[in-house]
Nanobody, 120 residues
């Protein structure tokens, strides 16, 4: 199983970016999916997550600015980031709680990370 993240880049404060993360491989089902971020010198933190049924959860710091969504048919999760601030600068990692078909198992999987840089 692989999670491939894309969509990061350089944007000015107040701008927008859309991150995507597609899961592929021997997938039986996917539970919650989410986005984490890690800024230089800081610990990785949860940005947003969404259940398999579509219920979202957001960190207080991004509420009202970020929107998470998923397409279960494409095994893909998205993060629409609006009104970006310099403090949003970080490497963003996608995550999925995935049940694999072969070998049978369930655990967290992580994408490779995509860099988001917000200039002031």
């Amino acid at each position: 199983v692989q999670l491939q993240a894309s969509g990061g880049g350089l944007v000015q404060a107040g701008g927008s970016l859309r991150l995507s993360c597609a899961a592929s491989g021997s997938i039986f089902s996917i539970g919650a999916m989410g986005w984490y971020r890690q800024a230089p010198g800081k610990q990785r933190e949860l940005v947003s997550s969404v259940t398999s049924g579509g219920t979202p959860n957001y960190a207080d710091s991004v509420k009202g600015r970020f929107t998470i969504s998923r397409d279960n048919a494409k095994n893909t999760v998205y993060l629409q980031m609006d009104s970006l601030k310099p403090e949003d600068t970080a490497v963003y990692y996608c995550n999925g709680y995935i049940t694999t078909g072969w070998p049978l198992g369930v655990r967290d999987y992580w994408g490779q990370g995509t860099l988001v840089t917000v200039s002031s």
